[in-house]
């Protein structure tokens, strides 16, 4: 009679314990939901503020930008951003354009092939060169300004775009072949082969098979090589300070600034030509960040 009499009981207590637990593991995964959302929320405020606090000073009029530390303190307007235009920054966004662009494609095509050859050919003491080569990305261009300086101006290269460029892709070959490299790597060697057994030469199995497997890690490096040219301050403000119908670019531009009222420090203007330049660069990351993300990681699995 006990056991009859107690089965009808365990399964109810059975289910209000089922019942507690499930509640219990909802809130946990609430508070953890919110905790996680609090958290990139700030995350993302404490990477968003820098910019807000840029475009709110480059709105403030006269010398309210630097002497007002209240953001919301007006008044506000575009004559900051007319500044900029009037000062030929519209020249100097090409000539970075132009520089950029021409090192990005100079970097890419020596440097895929370069990659594909130290991946594919077999060579000894692969690692010696790597490391050499890694090593060469590292080393600091200030050491090599003054006598690069007297061997352009020898040339006639100083002020103009094969004066910038050519050291761009001097400096950024190094890093491209080291990062391009572990692509190449990560593709089997079997696709090749059998492109080969098809009858395709060793151009074409590398033109129609590994380039486009390799395209994420080659969009990837492009990328990488196309800020780093595009925000170079060292080298341009040695071979290029000065004529932006010829060859000053962005950040060399951004220096020599002067304000939108004569005699006034040019806070306002510098950080209205910060917002000009620096939305490109954020509609291009949108635009492209699968493409970065994923050749970013392209690499990391081999084959």
Request: hydrophobic share 50%; net charge positive.
């Amino acid at each position: 009679m006990t056991s009859t009499t107690a089965d009808p009981v365990r399964p109810k207590a059975t289910r209000s314990l089922d019942l507690k637990s499930r509640r219990a593991a909802r809130r946990r995964d609430a508070a953890q939901l919110w905790g996680k959302t609090a958290l990139l929320g700030v995350i993302l405020l404490w990477c968003l503020f820098p910019f807000f606090w840029l475009i709110m000073t480059s709105l403030k009029q006269g010398d309210r930008a630097l002497n007002s530390p209240n953001l919301f303190q007006g008044p506000f307007g575009f004559q900051n951003y007319l500044a900029v235009f009037q000062q030929n920054f519209h020249l100097n966004l090409r000539n970075s354009f132009v520089v950029a662009g021409t090192t990005t494609i100079l970097c890419v095509v020596i440097g895929t092939l370069c990659a594909y050859a130290i991946a594919r050919l077999p060579m000894k003491g692969k690692v010696l060169l790597l490391s050499g080569v890694l090593a060469v990305s590292l080393f600091p261009p200030v050491a090599l300004v003054p006598p690069l300086y007297e061997l352009w101006r020898s040339l006639g290269l100083l002020n103009t775009w094969e004066g910038l460029y050519i050291p761009y892709t001097a400096f950024t070959l190094p890093l491209t072949v080291f990062i391009l490299t572990a692509f190449f790597s990560s593709i089997p060697r079997d696709l090749e082969e059998a492109a080969k057994i098809d009858g395709a030469t060793p151009f074409q199995a590398f033109f129609k098979i590994v380039l486009p497997l390799a395209s994420p890690g080659v969009f990837a490096a492009a990328i990488i090589i196309f800020v780093q040219a595009w925000n170079e301050f060292l080298l341009a403000s040695t071979f290029a300070p000065r004529h932006p119908e010829i060859a000053q670019t962005v950040p060399v531009a951004i220096a020599y600034f002067t304000g939108a009222v004569e005699y006034q420090r040019p806070i306002g203007t510098i950080t209205a030509a910060c917002v000009v330049v620096t939305i490109p660069m954020i509609i291009m990351a949108l635009i492209f960040q699968k493409r970065i993300v994923s050749g970013l990681i392209a690499g990391s699995v081999k084959g």
